[in-house]
């Protein structure tokens, strides 16, 4: 992408936000690309091995921090969010959540991955604006992601004004919570940046606290390797036998950070009906899912997020599931589904399952270092600093 001289104007800026929300954007910035401020903490992080078994982390290095060196060209980022809060989300939407994680029989996705996978629907939204773009200011060099390449997403989205970064490193604005997907349009002519907004975390930990795996080692500071959303998506191998009990019944993903913000009371409701829940999975029982064979996940998982973990993960999770609601309930379904399955499971999965009929030896009591679902409590409403 050849770099362009062009000075684009604030009244573009202004274009690209109204195009935006005729796309089902939230919210449009625009950052700079100069982000070596920010250098220093990715590489303390992969230094610390945060990144766990994501290679490609280590691999693009600082690749991430440098928008220029990964699209040569590139002058400016322009920026973009989306909710996804399912259309038909009931008013109390996160205590019905929090209610789901006391139930052991009962799975939990993650509410970004009910839907159709938000990697399609964003780029597809993000060309369509890029090419509007370029056919009111003529011939434009871009490239659009979401989630698909080394971007420091947050940090742009922080810088442009999208929100601010929380402690549990996810972007919250003060009018939309955390549960929004993030965009970006790499271009070749230069814009002018939108003003970051001031941050109003607070003293508020809550996402700390709530941490089911203690993940979050300190404010602002992610450690991948205990966060079950990498544990259950990304991490291809054993999950750690110690942090097993704690993941309760998540079968793919995490929330609970999310639920306790109090920021997430203003969480919107997505303008798009990709985002509405597939088949089920607001309710699904583990059990339910556990009766579907490779045919089944593949057909129902076509077109969703859920596709990235693959069927030997998907089984892999919901071993550990039911282990922890075999131990939390006694229930001997459970106990022979496992064990009908065993035969026939491959080293990863059989692994997983002779753990989760283990726990058939400690019905009622949660080994030491679980954390308790009934940890996450509906958050207070936020005031002006929570």
């Known amino acids: 992408m050849p770099r362009s001289d062009r000075i684009l104007d604030g009244q573009v800026v202004e274009l690209l936000q109204g195009w935006g929300h005729e796309l089902g954007f939230s919210q449009i910035g625009v950052a700079g690309i100069d982000l070596h401020e920010a250098e220093e903490g990715l590489r303390a992080w992969l230094a610390a091995g945060f990144h766990g078994s994501m290679a490609y982390m280590e691999r693009h290095g600082l690749a991430r921090a440098r928008p220029a060196d990964l699209v040569p060209g590139t002058a400016s980022v322009i920026t973009a969010c989306m909710d996804y809060l399912p259309r038909a989300a009931p008013a109390d939407w996160a205590a019905h959540e929090i209610d789901r994680l006391t139930e052991p029989a009962q799975a939990v996705v993650s509410v970004y991955a009910r839907g159709r996978d938000y990697h399609k629907v964003l780029r597809a939204r993000l060309r369509s604006l890029a090419d509007r773009l370029a056919a009111h200011v003529g011939p434009l060099g871009f490239r659009v992601f979401t989630d698909s390449a080394p971007v420091l997403e947050a940090e742009l989205a922080v810088r442009s004004g999208l929100g601010w970064r929380g402690k549990h490193t996810l972007v919250l604005h003060r009018e939309g919570g955390s549960m929004r997907f993030l965009g970006e349009i790499y271009v070749d002519a230069l814009l002018p940046p ?109 077109g969703s997020a859920m596709r990235r973990a693959g069927w030997q993960r998907w089984r892999r999770n919901l071993s550990v599931a039911l282990g922890n609601a075999l131990r939390d309930t006694g229930d001997a379904r459970i106990g022979g589904a496992l064990a009908a399955a065993r035969p026939s499971a491959d080293a990863l999965v059989a692994e997983h399952i002779d753990w989760a009929l283990d726990q058939r030896g400690q019905v009622g009591a949660r080994p030491v270092g679980a954390a308790p679902a009934s940890r996450v409590e509906p958050a207070p409403p936020p005031g002006s600093d929570a």
């Open 194 to 302: 939108t003003p970051a907004v001031t941050a109003h975390c607070g003293e508020c930990s809550r996402c700390l606290e709530v941490c089911p795996t203690q993940a979050i080692v300190a404010p602002y500071r992610l450690d991948a390797r205990r966060c079950i959303s990498y544990l259950t998506i990304e991490h291809d191998g054993a999950i750690p036998r110690e942090l097993r009990p704690a993941i309760g019944n998540r079968i793919y993903g995490c929330d609970d950070c999310q639920l306790a913000c109090p920021w997430n009371k203003y969480a919107r409701r997505a303008v798009l009906a990709d985002f509405d829940v597939r088949h089920g999975l607001d309710r699904a029982g583990l059990l339910d899912l556990w009766q579907w064979d490779e045919a089944t996940f593949l057909a129902r998982t076509e």
